[in-house]
């Protein structure tokens, strides 16, 4: 708690700013460089020898590496030759030397570590100065208040106010956009200040006005704030709208302002305006009788009057009045010429920028029209400080306005008192010293301490002087306080200190305001850091208050002595103690307690001795002083400790108590653990996988004494509460008491009785007992029996401590006791844990009931009691959780979709719903990418042990090993999958399992759409459900939640566009590529025709009963998807089938890449029908439909079909023709193509036998004679069929002949014996229209024969059929 410097910005580009600014300079000879700094050394060991000793060494003690070590590339200090000005809020700084500026910005940028840091950036560079030589002599940047309602105190925008050696002011943005310039005098500008409004601290204090004040060598400006405020604003309106739009120019309203010159003052360097003060009428009296002498007359009223204060020489200095209303203020037309003709302003703006120059007649021009400068009113000196030697060079105005700082060329700082007009204080040997202010208002929390409490709030005041000699920087209490912060900053730093805040607040719009301003920062060019000083206001206390002072110190001091890690345990030990002991104050003292008994590196010897002295030291004082809440701490402090060694102690002791376990009670659970043992030992398996956790969450990390004692509260019964904060800690606290019982390392009950001493309630210790147990699973899996009897005994002995079971507690109702062990093992999710620990509960649980039983009734009856019947069923629960959570932790194969193991409990299992448990099964079933038909097979084999499912291997020897392990690890997956479904019969029966994977399915396909194989497979798994009613609702439920949306924006992508639409404009429309659409549209199909074939079975089966297992039964959770799906309502079939047709029609354009408009393919009822809801009743397109239509449909089929045999013609060109392959399932070339046009044409009414004959041609043109020969059986027109074939044939034959490459002689032979008309017709075929024209002879020589055989003999063709069965016969036996 004391002073400090701490960094809050930093400066970027560095470097930049020095190279532009000095870019005109060239480095100095190395002489003159030696010789400053020989000049420097000789001046810092004059200052050392006046200044006295005793301070020194407070200096030496702070210091800390200086930052010059760094400077040895730099070259000499460039920036004490710059003017510097930083705005209050330290979002804007200016650094100008010169002609030329640099504004740099605030601006957030993450560190290495990530945090967030201020830095301050370049923005804007250029060059300032208009006129022919001067330069900039002064510069300050004021932040002005936003307007708005909403505004909180960060200001609107920041206004740079920069004075040149010519005497203009000029006003810029903060990108250095010129606002207005004023020329109110014609000597060089000296100094600029700023007052702006601060809020009264105390009723009768004079509330200032804000005003900008301007020093001229003889003269002084003041420009009321409110008017400068006022134009400011318009003018930068009046920038942005000229920007904008080049509007007009709007005269802003005029500066209202005074003008003083100042009499009676030799030279004026610097000054400060103090504002209005009125007199008291004392030294009113006293000031007319000097200045009137002894008949002079008194006013009534005593006037108001502004108060200057000027320093320099001749007299060093002075004090000038000027009385309210002696002197009216001048009205200056503001300047705008640069607004009015604006491009040229913005030009001029940046051709400083980018370095151009500007015409010189133009500059001419500017100097000709000079403005009128208003004379100044004089005022005269009303005293001063004579010292003729002395002259000031700078003087710093208090924030209170009372006091001010002033250096002099003597290297003395000197402090006035403004309302007496006398030095009061004087330092020496600060050459070239800076000075700032601050003000500390006292902390909230001191004011409880304090006297005064229901006073307004105290400020202390502080003077902060840097001595750039020294490199020092000292904070000085006021008036006449001691040095309370010295530090060791470097000789070339600037102590940047403005002295107003944000202009354009008043006492109504800062109400309720945060101002975020800094009072003093200190700016290092070397590092770019600006740091600002804090103080705490305890500092400024005087001696009889500066106990609480001494308090802070100490505890400082123990802090730090905390903080090392190298301090020995008894050094530390000594330090605390006699820290703690000195200490007076108690809340300090329990403070340093607090961060003692907090710390992680003290012992706990050492915690127990400084707190036990403390305690005793307490106790010795007079007991009406003592501080109560702080003895009962101590006291309750000592006992936590105490409780921390005595477990420590037992844990860590070698004698283990000979085991006297109730070998009675445990007779059962043997054969219990027997029985779930093969499942505990595959459970154990596959939880022991290896996984990452943090050496500090290891459940074996040592409990340090300061984390014990965190969780513990000493309640005022004397009893011991421990506090539950994060699960870990409350893991870590039961591990620390139980886990050596548990592993057999303890003694049980000498724990138990430790704890039971210390006041601990039985209920929280069985809490934390049930927390390691279920946490520490692992570990217990490996010894179960072990850990089984430890954790018995462990129960048994808290359930006899007093406290625990109620005596009153009736055998035939609940016992609360009990109960907290059932609902922590129906919460946990370490299933095997859980289970182990309802075995132990329900042995214990009998025991005791029977023991309260005999000792009743003394009768040879068992007891029957609810408290029994609870656990039978928890026990049950568990057994069954178990099983499921065993499935639910085997890993899935590698390259499925994977994610985390679902954990389950009987609480979430039971709030999951009736069908919670077969969610969470199908959830496995997708993340081990398991078949439907896979699943099917596991579901029989449950149903029919005797079915055997071995699959053929038949893989290389190499991959024999690899594959035996795969399958056998996949048949003991599904064992696991059977015998859980053995355990819940009614919860996962096939058709329930079957419907919650559909579900999952289509869930996942929704996520990732272009998964079209999780759509597919949520399409099998529902036609696997074997009930109508299952089906039909989750097919209902499934076409309107996710397929409907989808489908309807395919129809209309492909109706817009007309044809199959590509990749990109499906991604865009239906949300997947177009291949997953082809895919989609498939599954949409399969899903209607489920639908329909459901809707039709409904009526002839009757609706399943869904029930639960007996023991699950309390399930209140969601409705399982089957229980929705029985919920949902019929449905429309020819609407159904109307959706069907649609789906269809696309699937085939999509697979085909057909062009077709889908929707053109049926009338206005058949279009409005579409994507209505299934269940409702619509308008179908019935009776004979348009012939156009009819006709648009059979082309459309016909391309189907021609597109379909296209397909198997690429797949068998590569097989013989005389046997043709087996085609796949689905694709463009499915077997089921054919007969689903046939279906189709009877729907659309188009004549099945034109798609026939059609068929028929196209396979023989395609050259698939087999195929078309199984066709041609179902044509019923065989004559036009038969014409047809008969071009086909003497295309053939054309080619053959007459278009073949390798023409043989006895084709031409052969074609010279043909009849002529059969030549001529020959000739006039065109084979090229044949997709596969080289088919074998002998296939030819089928074809005219089936043509005979088709052909009746009375046809017109009949002679021509013969005449090629001729030639074909003739070429076959050339050949």
Not at 1216 to 1237: I, M, Q, V
Request: net charge negative.
């Amino acid at each position: 708690m004391s002073c400090s410097l701490l960094e809050f910005c930093r400066l970027q580009e560095l470097k930049t700013v020095r190279d532009y600014l000095f870019q005109s300079q060239k480095s100095e000879p190395a002489g003159e460089k030696t010789q400053t700094e020989n000049e420097l050394s000789w001046d810092s060991a004059e200052w050392e020898s006046a200044w006295d000793g005793g301070d020194n060494k407070e200096e030496e003690a702070t210091s800390a590496p200086t930052v010059e070590e760094e400077t040895t590339g730099q070259s000499e200090p460039w920036m004490q030759d710059c003017v510097v000005s930083l705005s209050p809020c330290s979002d804007l700084l200016v650094v100008a030397r010169e002609q030329k500026a640099v504004f740099l910005s605030a601006k957030w940028r993450s560190d290495e570590s990530g945090r967030e840091e201020m830095t301050l950036a370049v923005t804007w560079t250029g060059v300032l100065s208009t006129d022919e030589g001067e330069c900039v002599n002064s510069s300050i940047c004021i932040p002005l208040a936003s307007q708005k309602r909403s505004s909180t105190g960060r200001p609107d925008w920041t206004c740079v106010v920069v004075g040149f050696s010519s005497g203009y002011v000029r006003f810029y943005t903060e990108n250095g956009v010129l606002l207005l310039a004023q020329l109110l005098h014609e000597d060089p500008v000296l100094r600029l200040k700023c007052r702006t409004y601060e809020i009264p601290r105390h009723p009768g204090v004079t509330e200032q006005h804000e005003e900008l004040s301007i020093l001229y060598p003889a003269a002084l400006v003041t420009i009321d704030g409110f008017s400068l405020f006022q134009s400011l604003r318009a003018c930068r309106n009046q920038v942005a709208r000229a920007a904008a739009a080049g509007s007009d120019v709007i005269q802003p309203p005029p500066l209202a302002y005074k003008k003083w010159g100042l009499q009676d003052m030799d030279t004026i360097v610097d000054h400060s305006s103090v504002g209005i003060m009125t007199l008291c009428v004392f030294d009113q009296m006293k000031n007319a009788s000097i200045l009137g002498g002894f008949n002079a007359s008194v006013k009534g009223s005593p006037p108001a009057m502004s108060q200057y204060i000027t320093v320099g020489g001749g007299p060093y200095t002075g004090f000038y009045y000027a009385v309210e209303g002696s002197s009216q203020p001048l009205l200056s037309h503001v300047a705008l010429a640069v607004a009015s003709k604006l491009t040229s302003a913005l030009f001029s703006a940046a051709s400083g920028w980018l370095g151009w120059n500007k015409n010189k007649s133009e500059e001419e021009a500017v100097q000709k029209q000079k403005p009128k400068v208003e004379a100044a009113t004089p005022l005269g000196i009303r005293f001063g400080l004579p010292d003729s030697r002395r002259h000031g060079e700078s003087i710093c105005l208090s924030p209170c306005n009372t006091l001010a700082g002033v250096t002099d060329d003597f290297g003395r700082v000197t402090l006035l008192d403004l309302a007496r007009g006398i030095a009061i204080r004087m330092w020496k040997g600060y050459r070239d010293a800076q000075l700032g202010w601050l003000q500390v208002p006292e902390e909230r929390g001191d004011r409880e301490f304090s006297p005064s409490a229901s006073l307004p709030r105290r400020h202390a005041l502080f003077l902060v002087i840097y001595a750039p000699r020294r490199g020092i920087l000292e904070v000085w209490a006021m008036q006449h306080g001691p040095r309370v912060g010295a530090f060791t900053v470097g000789k070339h730093c600037r102590l940047l200190y403005a002295g107003y805040r944000l202009m354009g607040v008043n006492s109504v719009t800062s109400q309720g305001w945060q101002l975020h301003t800094q009072q003093v920062c200190l700016l290092d060019p070397i590092t770019g850091a600006l740091r600002t000083v804090n103080i705490p206001f305890h500092l400024a206390l005087s001696d009889k208050k500066s106990e609480r002072a001494k308090d802070m110190h100490l505890l400082k001091r123990l802090t730090t002595i905390l903080r090392s890690r190298e301090v020995e345990p008894d050094i530390l030990e000594q330090e605390a103690k006699s820290v703690l002991l000195d200490i007076k104050h108690p809340a300090i003292k329990k403070q340093a307690l607090d961060s003692l008994l907090s710390n992680k590196n003290a012992p706990v010897s050492c915690l127990t001795n400084v707190t036990s002295a403390l305690y005793d030291a307490l106790k010795q004082q007079d007991p009406e002083e003592v501080d109560t809440p702080l003895l009962e701490l101590c006291s309750s402090q000592l006992k936590l400790l105490q409780l921390y060694t005595d477990i420590q102690n037992l844990h860590s002791a070698a004698d283990i108590e000979a085991s006297s376990t109730n070998q009675d009670s445990l007779e059962g659970i043997e054969e219990e653990l027997s029985r779930v043992g093969p499942t505990l030992q595959r459970y154990a398996q596959l939880t022991s996988r290896p996984s990452v956790s943090f050496a500090q969450d290891s459940p074996d990390s040592h409990l340090p004494a300061q984390a014990f004692i965190s969780q513990m509260e000493c309640m005022e019964s004397g009893e011991l509460k421990v506090i539950r904060t994060s699960e870990t800690e409350w893991n870590h606290l039961g591990n620390f008491m139980f886990w050596g019982c548990l592993c057999g390392k303890s003694p049980l009950h000498k724990v138990c009785d430790t704890l039971q001493q210390a006041g601990i309630s039985p209920q929280q210790l069985l809490s934390l007992l049930l927390s390691v147990w279920l946490q520490r699973e692992k570990e217990m899996l490996q010894k179960p029996e072990e850990t089984v009897k430890n954790l018995h005994t462990l129960l048994i002995a808290l359930s006899n401590m007093k406290g625990a079971v109620e005596e009153s507690w009736d055998t035939q109702s609940i016992s609360p006791w009990w109960q907290q062990v059932r609902c922590t093992c129906i919460q946990s999710h370490n299933a095997a844990a859980a289970l182990l620990a309802a075995f132990v509960a329900h042995r214990a649980t009998k025991a005791s009931i029977t023991s309260r039983a005999d000792s009743k009734l003394q009768s040879e009856w068992e007891a029957v009691s609810l408290e029994l019947e609870q656990w039978v069923v928890c026990v049950r629960q568990l057994e069954d959780v178990l099983v499921l959570q065993t499935l639910l932790l085997v890993p899935p194969p590698q390259g499925a979709a994977g994610g985390a193991a679902a954990q389950c409990s009987i609480k979430t299992l039971l709030e999951g719903g009736t069908g919670g448990i077969a969610d969470s099964v199908s959830k496995w079933v997708f993340r081990h990418n398991l078949a439907p038909e896979r699943l099917k097979e596991i579901l029989q084999k449950k149903e029919d042990k005797d079915a055997d499912d071995k699959l053929e291997q038949t893989t290389g020897e190499e991959q024999k090993k690899q594959e035996e392990k795969s399958q056998e690890d996949a048949d003991r997956t599904a064992e696991l999958l059977v015998a859980v479904c053995q355990r819940f019969p009614h919860s996962l029966s096939p058709d329930l399992l079957f419907a919650h994977c559909c579900w999952e399915y289509v869930v996942q396909w929704n996520k990732d759409p272009e998964e079209g194989r999780y759509l597919s497979w949520a399409v099998e798994h529902l036609k696997l459900v074997s009930s109508p009613h299952i089906q039909l609702g989750i097919s209902t439920m499934m076409w309107s939640t996710f397929i409907v949306k989808r489908l309807s924006a395919a129809a209309f992508l492909m109706e817009k566009v007309g044809k199959s639409p590509k990749d990109r404009l499906c991604r865009r429309d239906v949300g997947m590529g177009d291949k997953a659409v082809t895919s989609f549209l498939g599954c949409c199909v399969q899903l209607l025709q489920i639908l329909m074939e459901a809707d039709s079975a409904v009526e002839e089966v009757p609706a399943p009963e869904l029930s639960v297992e007996e023991v699950w039964f309390g399930a209140d959770g969601p409705a399982s998807i089957a229980e929705l799906a029985l919920e949902q309502r019929g449905v429309h079939y020819p609407l159904v089938q109307h959706h069907c047709l649609l789906a269809s029609l696309l699937h085939a354009a999509m697979t085909f890449s057909l062009k077709v408009k889908p929707l053109s393919l049926f009338d206005s009822k058949g279009k409005n029908a579409f994507f209505r809801d299934l269940t409702s009743i619509q308008l179908m397109p019935s009776g004979v439909m348009d012939p156009g239509l009819v006709s648009i449909r059979q082309e459309f089929l016909l391309r189907v079909l021609t597109g379909w045999v296209q397909a198997i013609g690429d797949t068998s060109s590569s097989t013989s023709g005389t046997r043709s392959p087996p085609l796949p399932s689905n694709g463009p070339n499915a077997d089921w193509w054919p007969s689903l046009c046939q279906e189709l044409s009877a729907l659309l009414q188009v004549n099945p036998d034109i798609l026939k004959r059609h068929l028929v041609c196209e396979l023989y043109n395609q050259g698939l004679d087999l195929r078309a020969e199984e066709v041609m059986l179902e044509v019923e027109d065989k004559d036009v069929l038969g014409s047809q074939l008969l071009v086909l044939t003497g295309q053939r034959l054309s080619y053959s002949l007459l278009h073949s490459q390798s023409q043989t002689q006895a084709a031409m032979e052969l074609l010279a014996r043909l009849p002529p008309t059969l030549c001529t017709w020959l000739k006039a075929m065109d084979p090229s229209e044949l997709r596969c024209p080289l088919v074998p002879l002998s296939q030819t020589s089928r074809l005219v024969s089936r043509l005979i055989e088709i052909l009746p003999e009375n046809h017109a063709q009949y002679s021509l059929a013969l005449h090629l069965l001729e030639a074909v016969e003739a070429l076959t036996t050339e050949d």
